[in-house]
């Protein structure tokens, strides 16, 4: 059996429980728990940058946020003015932090969730990973893949099936080499995952007991911000850069591709599969349920990925077990 490159969005998560996994659902519900923020000032500041004035509703109302919070950054170390007055104010200096905190702690809520996924689903995912190593990728912030592959050994180290460069000494890019005739496949959290927490200029992995919607910290390794961006998020990050390093390796390991429950809308993605999975076979596993035909989806995948693209719409996703 070929090794491939499962690729995971946050359907997988909708299809089990579309009130907690939706973003739009846990946008709103870490802004309105005053218990969530270390100081509610930081929220203030946060809504003059939404559009709306409000609660921001999606990634696209994150963009302003995102260019306000990265200006600052920048200013925050900027030497100071003639006067020895600095270029911010002290909420200035604090905005990228309460901003990381914000997405942090909407992306931990999203992770700290007790569901599981149905057996018939695990049992033939699992099943397919431990016969052909074959790489995993993830755009969510869910723990529904990362709970079963700790609990079936997927993940464990170099004795594991797959690995995500994460040692108890923190996180390196040399980690996720295979050494000593070794054939693992690679676990990629491409948009991050809120168990990341750096510590004195290294980045360590939680483990899943100690998450906490409790902003406690923030991080930059969380890509939750508008499309546009998403591209200079991951570059300022060790661990996602590299990450993404190693899918364009997968990709040169495999002959098909499958996209299991994504939207298609990540398109600097896209654009890497167009380039360099073009000739490769590529499955997309979706919700029939939005309101488009086959037909419409199929030119919108042709479109976004090239040629030998795959369409499987169902009803429900996790019933999809011929890995």
Not at 9 to 30: E, K, Q, R, W
Not at 31 to 38: A, K
């Amino acid at each position: 059996m070929d090794r491939k490159l499962l690729i995971f969005g946050n359907g997988l998560g909708m299809v089990i429980d579309p009130n907690h996994y939706s973003l739009t659902n846990a946008l709103n519900i870490v802004w309105g728990d005053d218990t969530l923020w270390n100081d509610v000032v930081h929220r203030d500041l946060i809504q003059n940058c939404i559009p709306t004035g409000q609660c921001p509703q999606s990634e696209e109302e994150l963009d302003k946020l995102y260019l306000v919070s990265t200006s600052c950054d920048y200013l925050k170390d900027y030497p100071n003015t003639v006067n020895g007055q600095h270029w911010l104010s002290n909420y200035g200096q604090e905005f990228t932090q309460a901003t990381q905190e914000y997405i942090h702690t909407v992306a931990s809520h999203l992770f700290d969730s007790s569901h599981t996924l149905p057996n018939n689903f695990k049992d033939a995912l699992i099943d397919f990973i431990k016969n052909t190593k074959s790489h995993v990728a993830t755009l969510n912030y869910d723990k529904l893949l990362y709970d079963e592959f700790i609990k079936e050994e997927i993940c464990k180290g170099y004795s594991g099936y797959l690995v995500d460069g994460f040692y108890d000494t923190g996180f390196k890019p040399s980690n996720m080499e295979r050494l000593f005739r070794r054939n693992f496949g690679y676990y990629m959290h491409l948009h991050g995952c809120p168990l990341f927490k750096d510590i004195n200029g290294v980045t360590y992995k939680l483990k899943t007991s100690q998450i906490s919607t409790h902003n406690i910290f923030g991080s930059k390794h969380i890509v939750l911000t508008h499309i546009p961006h998403k591209p200079s998020v991951i570059t300022a990050s060790e661990v996602l850069s590299t990450y993404w390093s190693y899918l364009i390796l997968s990709l040169s390991e495999v002959k098909e591709i499958i996209l299991f429950g994504y939207s298609g809308c990540d398109t600097h993605l896209n654009k890497i599969l167009k380039v360099h999975a073009n000739s490769k076979i590529k499955t997309i596993i979706e919700w029939d349920g939005d309101g488009q035909t086959a037909q419409q989806r199929q030119q919108y995948w042709d479109s976004e990925l090239g040629a030998n693209v795959n369409l499987q719409r169902m009803s429900d996703i996790t019933q999809f077990t011929s890995w």
